[in-house]
C-alpha cells in the first residue's frame, strides 16, 4: 500500500533549477546538475524537491513563460535527462513536484503564434483574450488596468496584414498572454500536459497563480479606479467578483483536475500559489480541489511572537476545517531571502528599532536593496530561529535553495545591466526585481562560481557568497547547513499527530508549544535569556547561555 499521505507533513525543497547547480558549464543551472547533487538533497533529510519551471523559455519571467509545457528547455536538458533526475530522486526516497504555469504561456508558444497570424474573431485566437481597442480606431487598451509587473495589462498586436490590430491581455509581463480558460482546448491541453508528467512518475504539480485562470473581461471593463473603490487589490474581492483575480468557477477547473490526480496511486498532489484572502484559500486546499494551498501569512509576518501565534493558529484551524494540512513557507525565488528580510529595521544596522519584515522585504527593494541598510548577523539569527519553529509544526515545510546555507539576498550588487527580472524592466526605476534570491548558489568557497559550475554564473555572485559555501559548513557543529539536517532528521523521526498544544509562558516574546507524543518547541523573539522547561535538548538554534535560551533563538526539547 503506498503512502497516501506522505504529503501532509512534508518537508519541500524548491529548486530554482537555472540557478542550482551547472553541469556543463555554459552558466545556467540544469537537470544533469540537480541529478548530481541528489546525495546532497538526501543527505539534507527532505522529503520531497518542487522544481520551478524548466521548460522551453526565453527567460521573459525566468521560466515561468513556457514556450512548450511537455517538454525540457534544450538549455537544461533532454526529457531523457529528467526521468534520469525522477528515477535518481525517487532511489533516494525524494518525491517530485514540478511547477504548472496554467494562467499564461510564453508569447513563443505556438498557440500564441498561431494567434497572432491568425484573423479577428478566429478559432485561434479564442485561446488567449483578444479585445478591440476603446478609442476612435481602437488605439486605447480596453481597460487601464496596470499588470503585476508594472505598466498595462493589455498590448496591441499588429495585424497579419500589417494594420495596427487588437490587444491581448497579460496580468503579468507582455510575453506571458494570458490563456482563455472558457476555451475547451485550453481546458483539454492542460489535463494532457498534468497527464504527460503524471506518466512520468511526477508526484506533485505546484499551480502557479492558481488564483488568476478564470476570468470575466466580456462587456465594458469596469476601470482601476472603480475596482479601488470596492477595495481591489491583488487578493481580489471577497464575494469572487474581481473581473480576474480569485473568481469563483475557477474550481470548477480544479474538480476536474482532482479527478485526474485520484487516477494514479498514489493520488498526484498539488498546492496552490493563491494569493488570496485568507478566508478564501480553504476553497484551493479542498479534497475535491487541489488539496493543499500556500500559506503566507508567516512570510509577510514580522519575526514577532504575536503575530507568528496569530497566525499559526488560524492556519491549523483553517487546514483542519478544509481536510488539508497546513504549508508553511519563508522563503522562495519571489521575495527577499528571510534571513535578510530579519535583518532590516528601522535603525540598521545596529539591529535595534522595528523589525520590517512586513511586505517580504519589499520596501527594501524599493529602496535600492542596499547592503549597509542589513544587519546580516541578527537576520540570520532570526531566520534560524523561525525555520526551526516552522520544523516543529504540524503540516508541510516549503524551503528554497540556499537557506539551508543561511543565504543572504543578493542586494544593489547585481549591476543594473545584468538584471533579469521583468519587474526591474517594466518598472524602471521603481523596483530592483527578485534577482537577488535568484543568484546561483555557492557550493565551494573556492573555485569557479563558487562550485556552480565550470562556466560562471548567469547572475553574479558578490564575493561574500564564500562565506556561505556548502562545503564550510558541512560536519560543522552549529553551522546552518547542518541545523536544517538535525532539525530535518528529528522532525521525520518525532513527527506523529497533526496537533500543536499552546503553553503558557507568561512572557509575550515567547512562544512554546508541545507536538503530543513528540517534542517542544520554544522561540524567544525577544532580546533577553529566557528558562527552559525540563528535559533533553535535541537541537537549538544558538548556543545556550548558562542554560537558558538567548534571544532570537529557539530550541526543541523532549
Ligand atoms: C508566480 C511565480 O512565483 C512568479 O515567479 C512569476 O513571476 C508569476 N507567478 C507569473 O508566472
Redesign the pocket.
Known sequence: MKDHNWWRQAAVYQIYPRSFADSNGDGLGDIRGITGKVSYLKSLGIDAVWL?PFYPSALA??G??VDDYRNVDPKLGTLEDFDEMTAALHDAGIKLIVDI?P??SSNRHKWFKEALASPKGSAARDRYIFRDGLGENGELPPSDWVS??GGPTWERITEPDGSPGQWYFHI?AKE?PDFNWDNLEVRADFLKTLRFWSDRGVDGFRI??AHALTKDLEGALPTRAELEAKGADAEGFLDGSHPYWDRNEVHEIYAQWRKLFNEYNPPRTAVA?AWVHTDRRPRYASPEGLGQAFNFDLLQADFDAAQFRTIITKNLAEAAASGASSTWVFS???VVRHATRYGLTAATPAGEGEIMAGLAGKEWLLDGGRREDVNAELGLRRARAASLLMFALPGSAYLYQGEELGLQEVGNEIPDSERQD?AFYRNKGVEIG?DGCRVPLPWTTEGSSFGFGDGGAHLPQPEWFAAYAADSQAGIHGSTLELYRAALRLRRELQAVEELEWIETGNPKVLHFNRPGGWQSITNFGDTPVDLPPGVVLVSSAPLEHGKLPGNSTVWVR
Open positions: 520551478s519571467d525566468g515561468y513563460d504555469v494562467n499564461h503585476v509587473f503579468f506571458q502557479d497563480v500559489e522562495n525565488h519571489d521583468p527578485r
